[in-house]
């Protein structure tokens, strides 16, 4: 018990434990497929067209199918993003918010997943994270447009150009047999972008509170956006100290 609750200080303390658990579990079954030569990864892994398991439409991204140190070194970069991306939304939105995502994500690339191959007659299960990784990135992107992300921490680039980088990136990923379907893979992708920017109809955004550990500090470049609840507190804050300012002229303190 006293684990879960130091999980559980931890979590409210620095808002992205969604995110963390993502990482952690994804990583553990990864390198458990990779070690046992795949022994199983097929009750996990999404096979299209015949929905004979149908909790593999939320369950592919924890079968990874990485047949070399080339793929395990793509796996590791994409979870750090995850963790990066992950954790700027999740403290945006808040961790139930987050979870949603992450699964409706999940399913509609699944769903779309079929689509393409019924129309392109190529079989192309989905095995991995990368399209509900892609999607939360596409919901960052659209969030922090102008944010600055500086790659190997030297060349700067805004937000929405790593997220049409990403896109693409997705469509070469998933569209090697048919580029149709990596351009469908890209779907949860799209819907993430409108829906951080409230054009879907009937749902909004809607951004969580700003957990307290990062109320402090100045917007920077690729940060999460704050609420107005933040704004009106420096405001009350400022107007707090010029008060006190002029009462300080006006008793002739120094």
Not at 75 to 88: A, P, S, T
Not at 106 to 128: D, H, I, K
Not at 202 to 207: F, N, Q, T
Not at 211 to 216: I, L, N, V
Request: with cysteine; charged share 20%; hydrophobic share 50%.
């Amino acid at each position: 018990m006293g684990l879960v609750e130091e999980f559980k200080t931890w979590s409210r303390r620095e808002g992205y434990a969604v995110t963390a658990i993502l990482v952690v579990t994804l990583t553990l079954s990864t390198l458990y497929f990779f070690v046992s030569q795949f022994q199983g990864i097929e009750y996990l892994a999404y096979a299209g067209a015949r929905l004979t398991k149908p909790w593999t439409l939320f369950t592919y991204p924890w079968g990874a199918l990485l047949g070399t140190g080339g793929g395990l070194l793509a796996f590791v970069f994409l979870m750090v993003w995850l963790f990066w991306v992950g954790r700027k939304t999740e403290q945006d939105i808040g961790p139930t918010k987050m979870a949603i995502l992450w699964f409706a994500f999940t399913m509609t690339g699944a769903v779309f997943n079929w689509l393409a191959v019924e129309m392109t007659r190529v079989n192309s299960p989905l095995l991995g994270p990368m399209v509900p990784v892609m999607a939360i990135t596409g919901v960052w992107a659209a969030r922090n447009p102008r944010s600055i992300v500086r790659i190997y921490g030297i060349i700067p680039v805004e937000a929405r150009w790593l997220g049409v980088l990403a896109a693409v990136l997705l469509v070469f990923a998933t569209g090697i047999q048919h580029p149709l379907i990596g351009l469908l893979d890209c779907v949860p992708m799209a819907l993430g972008a409108l829906y951080a920017m409230d054009r879907l109809p009937g749902i909004r955004y809607g951004a969580g509170r700003v957990y307290e550990s990062k109320q402090k500090k100045a917007t920077t470049r690729g940060q999460v956006m704050y609420d107005e609840a933040y704004f009106d507190d420096v405001k009350r804050r400022e107007k707090e100290r010029a008060e006190q300012e002029r009462l300080r002229k006006l008793f002739g303190e120094d």
